[in-house]
């Protein structure tokens, strides 16, 4: 067997420190004494089983046993007492480790060993236990060690515990754990961002199971074995065992009340019919579900709505879809359908990602935002930051043998493109791409229409005015145009074309600059940001005409931008290297409701470029 101590020397005080010789010497003295009956002083009772000890060294390592000598209770007059609740196996291996400092823990041993020396609060053995058990947890033990864990209040491993969850939650899901854990826990799990699963797939399953499971109910097929499979019949009931007092729900409501407020959440759940006319078997059958006193299916909306459904399968989805929980819940239906609609159709996938849409840390994609710098003539340096790691990714340069004029990019999906103009002044007309410049005046005061599948092309409409346009977003099926107010010189003016009518129509202006505006969206809105720190919001009052209103300033100064991006609750913004900007007193670092927090990044230099949202695969 090893020996316990293993540093070389130890600290106890600024001019004192324990040597290793010194300390194994002790030890080794102390070695003489283990079932050596001299000087024994003291004897502990184990069922059957008596060990004589010595009453300096079980104080000296034993809170438990410090405390009785001191107390003067009855064991210190007669010498002796009795354990109840520790092996006597157990309790030699303690004093083996105590009198030795040999290294007794082994996986069968160690959960025992634990529980006594916390019993016995011998630190430095729990200790022991702890860094063990962190250092052999496998598929096998983690449950074990998670329980245990949390029985013992032990901090540290209940944390490499549940981060040994979060990293092989695919098993754990299966596992009859998983059911019994907290709503708590349960988004804790699914909402990190370190959590490493097979698919989104997996989680979504997860929930359902989850959401189905009741603690005084069993999951058994026709043969009466246990489940683990998702069902979509309500009549199926599950079970549980051993609960966790914080995971028992709350028994406190009466079946009146379940049954009246289960009514209540039916009628508005059920879509477009009444639960006592077109559907009443299947009425009573979500009544008697809802009405059970530790239903979790109130927990179900909350819990699809904080997981990543948007990177879920459309197969899963579709199910989800077809599921009676979700097809008797208005809201979560919708939601499902949403997320549907972002998996099939390419276009809801760009410009923004709704929290659904958040790839996790270990994922082959991550969510990032675009910039790029023309480093010369000849070349163009892209880089994109993610947004998980907080740092930025370079990509290949962009290389061309002609000069490069002007330069964009367009995102797709997760594909990039490289959109631009080229002039090789030695073969002219070599590089005659032109693609998104409108400089020549036959563009100037025209709308086209583009399809891309078919190539067709039309003249929509002429621009209403002869400014230079600054800035163009669109907005459903309507396309908003940016420009210089000519009548005040300062503010910004705003032209709204609506593609189904064909129409023109001008919006009230917006205070302030129109240079380098730009836009941002998040899963409520959709934003304006303009140079002088003014934040707008989109607002739609009627079907076919919409304004901005003013959220806040986020700083006073005049910062030119290049682009802003939202990511779970925070908002990056992007401009142009300023010194000062960070003195600014008015700069705002959150806005309550809206953005936890507000990251300010500059660039390295004054030139123009871009920050728009991208999925960049990771390596």
């Not at 069922?47 to 410090?66: E, I, P």
């Not at 959401?211 to 009931?237: A, E, H, R, Y």
Request: charged share 20%; net charge neutral; proline share 3%.
């Amino acid at each position: 067997m090893g020996v316990v101590f293993s540093v070389i020397q130890f600290t106890v005080s600024s001019t004192m420190v324990i040597k290793r010789e010194v300390a194994y010497g002790i030890v080794q003295g102390l070695s003489d004494f283990w079932k050596c009956e001299e000087l024994q002083d003291f004897t502990v009772t184990l069922g059957t089983t008596k060990f004589g000890c010595h009453r300096f060294l079980l104080a000296a390592c034993s809170g438990f046993f410090k405390g009785i000598f001191r107390s003067g209770m009855k064991e210190t007059e007669s010498n002796c007492v009795t354990l109840k609740d520790i092996s006597s196996e157990t309790f030699e291996l303690i004093l083996e480790t105590l009198y030795t400092g040999h290294g007794v823990l082994t996986n069968d041993n160690v959960d025992d060993i634990w529980r006594a020396a916390h019993q016995l609060q011998i630190m430095f053995l729990i200790k022991e236990c702890e860094d063990y058990v962190m250092h052999t947890l496998s598929l096998e033990n983690y449950m074990k060690y998670y329980k245990l864990s949390r029985l013992l209040n032990s901090e540290p491993v209940t944390k490499v515990v549940w981060y040994f969850i979060v990293k092989n939650s695919s098993h754990f899901f299966k596992t009859n754990s998983f059911l019994k854990l907290s709503r708590s826990k349960v988004l804790n799990l699914i909402t990190s961002q370190d959590l490493v699963a097979d698919s989104e797939d997996d989680v979504i399953h997860a929930i359902l199971r989850w959401v189905q499971f009741t603690s005084q109910d069993k999951v058994v097929n026709q043969k009466g074995k246990c489940s683990n499979n998702t069902s979509t019949n309500l009549d199926v009931t599950h079970t549980s065992t051993d609960v966790h007092k914080e995971d028992t729900p709350d028994q406190s409501s009466t079946q009146t009340e379940n049954e009246s407020s289960c009514k209540t959440m039916c009628k508005e759940t059920l879509p477009h019919e009444d639960i006592t006319s077109e559907s009443p078997f299947k009425a009573q059958k979500m009544i008697h579900f809802f009405s059970k006193p530790d239903t979790r299916v109130k927990d179900l909306f909350d819990l699809l709505s904080k997981a990543r459904l948007c990177l879920a399968s459309h197969h899963c989805l579709e199910m989800l879809l077809s599921h009676p929980l979700v097809l008797f819940h208005q809201k979560t239906r919708d939601l499902a359908e949403k997320a549907l609609l972002y998996v099939l159709q390419a276009g809801k996938r760009n410009g923004q990602w709704p929290s659904g849409a958040i790839f996790r840390n270990n994922d082959i994609y991550a969510n990032s935002a675009l910039s790029y710098v023309i480093r010369d003539k000849y070349a163009v340096s892209v880089t994109t930051f993610l947004f998980s790691r907080r740092s930025w990714l370079g990509f290949p340069k962009f290389f061309s043998e002609a000069t490069i004029t002007s330069f964009q990019l367009v995102v797709l999906d997760k594909t990039l493109y490289a959109l631009g103009y080229f002039h090789d002044v030695n073969q002219k007309n070599r590089y005659p791409i032109s693609i998104l410049q409108l400089n020549g005046s036959s563009w100037c005061k025209e709308v086209w229409k583009l399809d891309p599948a078919t190539g067709n092309r039309g003249r929509m409409s002429d621009l209403p005015d002869e400014c230079s346009i600054s800035y163009v977003m669109s907005h459903e099926h309507l396309i908003l145009v940016f420009y210089l107010c000519l009548e005040s010189g300062v503010d910004t003016a705003i032209e709204c074309f609506d593609t189904k009518q064909n129409s023109w129509r001008r919006l009230n202006n917006l205070e302030g600059p129109v240079k380098d505006i730009v836009s941002l969206k998040d899963d409520h809105a959709t934003y304006l940001l303009q140079t002088s720190g003014d934040l707008w919001k989109l607002v739609q009052p009627q079907s076919n005409f919409v304004d901005f209103e003013h959220v806040v300033k986020l700083w006073s100064c005049d910062w030119p931008l290049h682009g802003a991006v939202t990511f779970l609750d925070d908002l990056y913004i992007y401009g142009v290297k300023d010194d000062n900007f960070s003195n600014d007193p008015k700069l705002r670092k959150s806005v309550d409701g809206l953005f936890k927090n507000i990251i300010y990044m500059h660039s390295k230099s004054n030139e123009k470029s871009i920050f728009m949202p991208y999925i960049v695969q990771q390596n």
